[in-house]
């Protein structure tokens, strides 16, 4: 659902959704409503406790003296302490879930002046758009006996605002934003046999349509290269596993340093059975988003080629499905990775490092990239130490995970830093291979960040470990439950901010 704009004005049937500061007081539209329903809207709030808190909704059901079928008041909260862009998509997320059982169809906003705001009401507008947007995302494909009245019905959400065409204008960019986000959501969605490392690879070349150059490597080129750590992983499986590298080349071209690229690492287990140390069966069909990390980051190239970001930015995704079978590697067998380096697998449950130990070093040696950032599902322990509210950070560069925290706060994905020390690092010591691919009992999250690291040499990296935050099982404002796509914003508010043009 993509909400539209328009000048100030209300049409004069459906349902109406106008705003109250707190106090209550009503904007400029509401109020005018109130006086022509002979208070209506006021009674209704008094009556309700409504003051016009931040977030609050409050419905008034077929006026008298109208022909709407609704007015929905919604609290702005104190304009000068609540409005801002945050608090305005989260908004549009809550005006979405309550319009979108509308019969007609249709919803139309009127934003009134709002004494106070630090907003412009264009902005406001392209923000509220935004969240409505972001909170309309359903996966629905596959539920083909849904009744009609069943699913949402809303089709229209306009937004009357005066500058409707500078609100236009700031939305675009937010709305390219959102196509990176739902296509990241709609393949974490897809289930297993879907989505595996082919088809996976084939979503990343519809990129090619926006400009992204896209390379789809297989297993006979990543033998040549030496990735044995990413092939192993993947060697039990019928479906061949593939490498796939982005290009947006939106910054200059030239050969200088600072016009090398950024980089973005995706680990793409596109089903974890654990392979031979198998998981047990209860709740192992999560595990068809154990490729969240690599969704991210062609979410991500979508969103950066969709809005031409002035930026070169490249994105290495590995693909692989981790299965029992005859040909699948056994614990306790030696793999030499693209960097030389070689890998007792302990386990191999603990697949997702394997991946990215040869994508993070194919990615380093290729583009020398002035960072690397990886997202992975990597670790149940990160679930254990953060929930699902923060995403596990690990980096080699202060500044660099500075950023990145800094960019999560902006778009509400919260990251929260995690240690890197040698003693961690000696836990993945093996006894005949230059190291294991697990730690001990503690400390889970970390030993996996310690063995990343061994793969990225000097270049300022940062981990981003999603396992607790990939999935949601509850509703948020604009994040329905299901794929999240979280990073994606994250990633691109962080491109915007430090990266872009500069
Ligand atoms: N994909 C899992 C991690 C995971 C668990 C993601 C739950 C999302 C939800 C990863 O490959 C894995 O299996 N990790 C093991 C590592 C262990 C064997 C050292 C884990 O966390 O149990
Ligand atoms: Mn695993
Ligand atoms: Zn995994």
Redesign the pocket.
């Known amino acids: 659902m993509k909400p539209t704009f328009a000048k100030p004005g209300l049409p004069g049937t459906g349902v109406v959704v106008v705003f109250a500061v707190k106090g209550p007081t009503l904007l400029a539209t509401g109020k005018k409503l109130d006086e022509k329903t002979g208070g209506i809207l006021t009674r209704a709030m008094r009556g309700n406790r409504f003051d016009g808190s931040k977030g609050q909704t409050l419905d008034v059901l077929a006026p008298a003296e109208t022909r709407l079928d609704r007015v929905l008041i919604v609290g702005l909260g104190k304009a000068a302490d609540d409005i801002d862009d945050l608090a305005m998509q989260n908004l549009g997320g809550t005006i979405f879930t309550n319009v979108r059982r509308a019969k007609s169809g249709k919803a139309a906003l009127a934003l009134d002046t709002i004494p106070d705001s630090k907003l412009s009401v264009p902005n406001i507008a392209a923000q509220i758009a935004f969240g409505v947007r972001l909170r309309s995302y359903r996966f629905d494909k596959y539920r083909t006996k849904e009744k009609e009245d069943a699913k949402p019905s809303i089709k229209s959400v306009t937004i009357h605002c005066a500058g409707d065409a500078n609100a236009r204008k700031a939305y675009k960019t937010l709305d390219q934003i959102a196509d990176g986000v739902f296509f990241t959501r709609d393949l974490v969605s897809e289930p297993a046999n879907i989505i595996y490392p082919e088809t996976l690879a084939n979503e990343a070349k519809s990129l090619a349509k926006l400009g992204v150059k896209v390379q789809v490597l297989g297993e006979a080129q990543m033998k040549k290269l030496g990735m044995g750590s990413l092939l192993g992983v993947g060697q039990g499986s019928a479906r061949e596993s593939k490498l796939v590298v982005m290009e947006w080349k939106g910054g200059k071209q030239t050969k200088s340093k600072s016009d090398l690229p950024i980089a973005f690492v995706g680990?793409g287990?596109t089903f974890?059975t654990g392979g031979i140390s198998i998981k047990p069966a209860s709740g192992m069909e999560d595990?068809k988003w154990?490729m969240g990390g690599s969704a991210v980051v062609i979410g991500l190239m979508k969103a950066l080629a969709g809005r031409k970001a002035k930026v070169n930015a490249v994105g290495v995704v590995g693909l692989v499905e981790?299965m029992p079978s005859s040909t699948a590697q056994r614990p306790g067998d030696v793999v030499t990775s693209m960097s030389g380096q070689t890998i007792e697998v302990i386990n191999t449950?603990a697949?997702?490092r394997l991946v990215l130990a040869d994508a993070l070093w194919y990615c380093k040696e290729r583009f020398k990239p002035k960072f690397m950032i990886n997202l992975a599902?990597?670790t149940g322990a990160i679930i254990v130490s953060l929930g699902s509210r923060h995403a596990g950070l690990f980096s080699n560069n202060d500044t660099l995970a500075e950023r990145i925290a800094e960019a999560g706060k902006a778009v509400d994905e919260l990251m929260w830093r995690m240690p890197l020390h040698e003693d961690y690092d000696k836990m993945i010591n093996s006894e005949i291979a230059d190291m294991q691919n697990i730690g001990g009992r503690g400390a889970g999250s970390i030993t996996a960040a310690q063995f990343l690291q061994r793969f990225v040499d000097k270049t300022p990296w940062a981990h981003m470990d999603i396992a607790g935050v990939t999935w949601s099982k509850t509703d948020a404002p604009t994040v329905p439950k299901g794929g999240t796509a979280f990073g994606v914003r994250l990633l691109d508010r962080l491109v915007t901010d430090y990266y872009e043009g500069k």
Do not use: I, P
Request: charged share 45%.
């Open positions: 680990k287990v974890d595990m154990d981790n449950d697949e997702g599902t990597l």
